[in-house]
T-cell receptor
Framework: EPEVTQTPSHQVTQMGQEVILRCVPI?????FYWYRQILGQKVEFLVS????????KSEIFDDQFSVERPDGSNFTLKIRSTKLEDSAMYFC?????????FGSGTRLTVV | EDQVTQSPEALRLQEGESSSLNCSYT??????LFWYRQDPGKGPEFLFT???AGEEKEKERLKATLTKKESFLHITAPKPEDSATYLC???????????FGAGTTVTVRA
């Protein structure tokens, strides 16, 4: 069964450093998303991406965040200057029609 | 704003003891109600999508139903491997972003 692949599975970074989280969506999907889940809290929407541009973003997705689809297969989330409160699981998802598939996530720990 | 409330927060069951999880929602323009299973440290694993009131879907020991205001996930004769957090989410009219509930953590004891 097709999968959404995320790398790395776990990243530890110093506060203020930049991080890039990577995702390979399912190949025929056209819609891409990033969600995050702070430990013990709900899964929260960050951003949706379609046709090489952001289609919607939440209030969490401020100027410190950016997304990119640098080639035909990868989808990345960049956090420019990480804060302690950015520590969370970050999930990539892709969708085609009503099929909505999540990756296994990247656990980001900011120290 | 779309809202999803799940109850109970936690459910402890004996193996074989059937039960139901509730998901109540408010959404403008429901495009789909989703049920996911999440194991610790993992991503949500798709179970079902329901689109309209009266719809039901089944998969092994799980059955999901939908009304205009809530959805139920019925677990029939659960086994220990059904232990997980079950997440409910709604896709509204805005680009199909999902709004999640906080989940119900189910523990099934042998």
């Amino acid at each position: 069964e097709p999968e959404v692949t995320q790398t790395p599975s776990h990243q530890v970074t110093q506060m203020g450093q930049e991080v890039i989280l990577r995702c390979v969506p399912i190949s025929n999907h056209l819609y891409f998303y990033w969600y995050r889940q702070i430990l013990g809290q709900k899964v929260e929407f960050l951003v949706s991406f379609y046709n090489n541009e952001i289609s919607e973003k939440s209030e969490i997705f401020d100027d410190q965040f950016s997304v990119e689809r640098p080639d035909g297969s990868n989808f990345t989330l960049k956090i420019r200057s990480t804060k302690l409160e950015d520590s969370a699981m970050y999930f990539c998802a892709s969708r085609q029609g009503y099929g909505y598939t999540f990756g296994s996530g990247t656990r980001l720990t900011v120290v | 704003e779309d809202q999803v409330t799940q109850s109970p927060e936690a459910l402890r069951l004996q193996e074989g003891e059937s039960s139901s999880l509730n998901c109540s929602y408010t959404v403008s323009g429901l495009r789909g109600l989703f049920w996911y299973r999440q194991d610790p440290g993992k991503g949500p694993e798709f179970l079902f999508t329901l689109y309209s009131a009266g719809e039901e879907k089944e998969k092994e020991r799980l059955k999901a139903t939908l009304t205009k205001k809530e959805s139920f996930l019925h677990i029939t004769a659960p086994k220990p491997e059904d232990s997980a957090t079950y997440l409910c989410a709604v896709g509204g009219s805005n680009d199909y972003k999902l709004s999640f509930g906080a989940g119900t953590t189910v523990t099934v004891r042998a």
